[in-house]
Every structure is written in structure tokens, then in C-alpha cells.
């Protein structure tokens, strides 16, 4: 596994610019990948709107593998450059922000598979078994200027 610093996961974009920068980046997006300690646990923001069932379920084998790689690989950049903690016991929340208004059913259509399976393998959580981890219903939210979802992980005593 190869470390990198909190200032290389800047520059490539992993990270955004430390508040105060005058530098960004060309092209940069207004939503970046981000991370941060929170009281209790973790923040994740990545972004990107996840593929609804529908969706993902019509994908090739392959695609779906990497999709599921590249948001572990994100993750784990997070872990390392953050330094994030890593979680036996926790609660995990979505939020995910549409960039439009229409009808959505979270429970069913918006399932984490690929989210926990990246957050386990990129290093916040232990195992994402029930017995362990308790994960909640995602909210659907809308926000056309900075469509992105949101991860909260809080350790679960």
C-alpha cells in the first residue's frame, strides 16, 4: 500500500485546498472528495451521486468492479491522508444531494452496497456485518449547485 501526504492528496485533487489557499487547481469541481473528524466519528463527502439500483444492476461485472475500486481507492486516500480512525462498532448515515427535485425511494433504490464494501475495504470500518454495523436509511436531499453524498460514521457503543 503506498502512503501519501495530506499536501500530494491536494495537489491531485483527493483533497481540496486548505482554507486561505490562493491556489486551486484548473477544472477543479465545486464538490471534492473530502474528510473530517467530527465529534463521535467521521464526515465523508464524495462527489458524486450514487448509481440507483436500476442503474448499477444493468452494469457489466467489470464496470461494477470499477466502480466499487475506484471509490476505495478515494476512501483509502482519505484514511491515510486524514489519518481517519477505523471502526468496530459504528452508524453510518447517508445523505445524498440530487442536482434535481423527482420522486426517489431511499430505502429500496439508493442501497450502500458499494459504499460500505469501499468504506470496509478502504479502511473506516472493521466489517460492515449487521451485528456491527447499524446502517440507517439514506436521506435524499436536492442541491443543483453541489450534487454530492455525504457519509457520517459514528462510533456505536
Known amino acids: ?76 486516500g482519505l484514511v491515510m491522508a486524514m489519518r481517519l480512525p477505523r471502526y468496530r462498532l459504528a452508524k ?15 430505502s429500496d433504490n439508493y442501497n450502500q452496497k458499494f459504499l460500505m464494501d469501499a468504506l470496509v475495504a478502504g479502511g473506516i470500518l472493521e466489517d460492515d456485518r449487521g451485528e456491527w454495523v447499524q446502517v440507517m436509511v439514506p436521506k435524499l436531499e436536492v442541491d443543483r449547485e453541489r450534487p454530492r453524498t455525504e457519509v457520517f460514521v459514528w462510533k456505536n457503543n
Open 92 to 106: 453510518v448515515q447517508v445523505i445524498i444531494c440530487f442536482p434535481v427535485r423527482r420522486v426517489r425511494d431511499p
Open 1 to 76: 500500500m503506498t502512503r501519501i501526504s495530506e499536501a500530494r492528496a491536494r495537489e491531485l485533487g483527493i483533497l481540496p485546498p486548505k482554507k486561505g489557499s490562493k491556489i486551486m487547481p484548473k477544472n477543479m469541481p465545486t464538490v471534492q472528495w473530502d474528510a473530517r473528524l467530527i465529534p463521535g466519528g467521521v464526515w465523508l463527502q464524495i462527489p458524486q451521486v450514487p448509481p440507483s439500483l436500476n442503474v448499477w444492476s444493468k452494469w457489466h461485472w467489470a464496470k461494477q468492479q470499477m466502480h466499487k475500486q475506484e471509490l476505495t481507492d478515494a476512501i483509502s
